[in-house]
């Protein structure tokens, strides 16, 4: 991995929005080395590896197979060494439920999946360029979905 380079993880089953996802990243001005998991299952497997290189943010879709991203929340939110990540969730649910969820489960960000590239791109760079330190002393639910 580069030295400096943020590292991404992104918990998703969908690979058309994987490879967006990996497009728009190539695209951003922030170095970067994107890993994916394929669904909730593997996503624990990797993170609760004793030796895995915790990500600096993790990107997690809601509606996966095997775990859905609310249970992959609830257990890295639990897990002493893996409470602290950065986490975005990244979904196509706009649902009040959803977003009242995972923020109320610790998530730090509520994402709702573009389907336009150069808003992903905007949303990317709005994602990498928070302060997370300033922005996790005090969740907020008014900063918690990003809008464009």
Not at 117 to 134: A, G, R, S
Request: glycine fraction near 2%; charge should be negative.
């Amino acid at each position: 991995m580069q030295k400096n380079a943020l590292h991404i993880l992104l918990a998703d089953d969908d690979e058309d929005d994987r490879l967006f996802f990996k497009d728009a990243f190539e695209e951003v001005k922030v170095q970067t080395k994107v890993e994916f998991a394929f669904d909730g299952m593997q996503l624990m497997e990797y993170l609760t590896q004793p030796d895995a290189k915790l990500p600096d943010i993790l990107f997690l879709d809601l509606n996966m197979p095997k775990k859905t991203g609310k249970e992959c929340l609830a257990e890295i939110k639990q897990n002493e060494r893996l409470k602290n990540i950065i986490i975005a969730i990244y979904s196509t649910s706009s649902s009040e439920q959803d977003i009242e969820d995972t923020f109320v489960q610790g998530a730090n960000i509520y994402i709702k999946k573009p389907s336009d590239f150069n808003d992903l791109k905007k949303i990317i760079n709005e994602v990498l360029t928070v302060n997370w330190h300033y922005q996790t002393s005090g969740l907020n639910r008014d900063n918690f979905l990003l809008r464009l």
